[in-house]
């Protein structure tokens, strides 16, 4: 387990998953749940808008804006209001944490899955025959960015990360962990849902915003089975997606 996009780059594996609880991967799952094939995107700018128009999809406006416009037919990063939408097939989902991370990972060769509360059991749950023949994984935990792009850590990806880790692996799997793997499953065993995601920073930031229904979504441990997979330039539910082997590294020697 690594923070960021450095991070992420730091611990290559075969399999990597992307965790940003607020809120990336928890929209990315309702979006999955209603058949929306997503299409994850750096920047919010014209280029966001070209990449929409180039797939045919919609694009997901920011949270903020779609509550200043007042207008219900925007879509955003808001889940709960992406959980409301019709008629929608393909989104264009712009992140500078968790889109941006997943398309690092994409880079480097790993296979990348979006993970949030929602869906850790089932991601954990898809992961656990590839880890078994021999497959490689690493848990980035996405974090926030201050006012100067530095990483913020968020305690509730920290969360998400430690959910994911506990589901996957017996006691004595945890037990010889890396220490930072373990660090965040306790993390997760000691969080105390959805109290603790309502008073962290993020959740605290999000609620006095007028968006905590988007919290209360993203605290719902264990509601969906969806496996977000990237897929060339989409994500898409893993069960859909025709099977292939992972990229195994090789080592030199």
């Not at 128009?53 to 920011?62: K, N, P, S, V």
Request: charged fraction near 25%.
């Amino acid at each position: 387990m690594e923070w960021g996009p450095t991070g992420a780059a730091a611990v290559p594996a075969d399999y990597a998953v992307v965790v940003d609880v607020l809120s990336f991967t928890t929209t990315l799952s309702v979006a999955i749940e209603r058949g929306i094939e997503v299409f994850p995107f750096r920047w919010k700018d014209s280029r966001a808008t070209e990449h929409a128009m180039r797939h045919g999809a919609t694009l997901a406006i920011g949270r903020f804006e779609a509550l200043s416009r007042g207008d219900a037919r925007h879509v955003s990063l808001s889940p709960a209001s992406l959980s409301e939408v019709e008629g929608i097939e393909r989104l264009v989902l712009p992140s500078p944490n968790g889109s941006t991370i997943a398309f690092a990972l994409a880079d480097s060769g790993a296979q990348v899955v979006g993970a949030c509360l929602r869906n850790a059991g089932a991601v954990a749950r898809w992961l656990a025959p590839r880890v078994a023949d021999g497959a490689s994984v690493v848990v980035v935990p996405a974090g926030e960015r201050w006012y100067d792009d530095t990483l913020r850590p968020a305690v509730e990806d920290l969360w998400g990360a430690g959910a994911v880790l506990d589901a996957l692996g017996s006691e004595d799997e945890v037990a010889t962990a890396s220490p930072e793997a373990r660090m965040a499953v306790a993390a997760w065993r000691a969080a105390r849902l959805p109290d603790d995601l309502l008073r962290c920073a993020g959740g605290v930031e999000l609620t006095e915003a007028g968006f905590v229904a988007d919290v209360e979504i993203a605290a719902q441990h264990d509601v969906s089975e969806v496996v977000p997979l990237l897929v060339g330039e989409s994500f898409r539910d893993a069960t859909e997606v025709r099977p292939t082997g992972p990229r195994l590294r090789r080592v030199d020697g």
